[in-house]
């Protein structure tokens, strides 16, 4: 399976990105998908996820409410809408998947498969 993500660039605070990530070599419903990032000198963190399977939806409560994610089974893609960004959103963004439950419920970052990560910069 691959993933590759799109989407990043440079906004201004305030502004929206909707990042994407699309999947080949197999169907995303049978995954828990799941956003990453990892900001400058940070440790990678785990920001949303769903699984359809599991009927889990989770966001981190630094994007609560600001970020939404979907799921175009059509295009076997999901998608990360970023609004009211903000500067300390400016990280590597990564979508990842994995046949079991969301990282919020089994506290494992241990995914199956990782994208390469789209770059997102707020500043004005």
């Known amino acids: 399976v691959q993933l590759v993500e799109s989407g990043g660039g440079l906004v201004q605070p305030g502004g929206s990105l909707r990042l994407s990530c699309a999947a080949s070599?197999?169907?995303?419903?049978?995954?828990?998908i799941n956003w990453f990032r990892q900001a400058p000198g940070k440790e990678r963190a785990g920001i949303s996820c769903i699984s359809t399977e599991h009927g889990d939806t989770y966001y981190a409560d630094s994007v609560k409410g600001r970020f939404t994610m979907s799921i175009d089974n059509a295009k076997n893609t999901v998608y990360l809408q970023m609004n009211s960004l903000q500067s300390e959103d400016k990280a590597v963004y990564y979508c990842?998947?994995?046949?079991?439950?969301?990282?919020?419920?089994?506290?494992?970052?241990?995914?199956?498969?990782w994208g390469n990560g789209t770059l997102v910069t707020v500043s004005s």
């Open positions: 070599g197999s169907t995303l419903d049978a995954y828990a």
């Open positions: 990842a998947i994995t046949g079991g439950r969301c990282w919020v419920v089994t506290g494992s970052y241990d995914m199956n498969y």
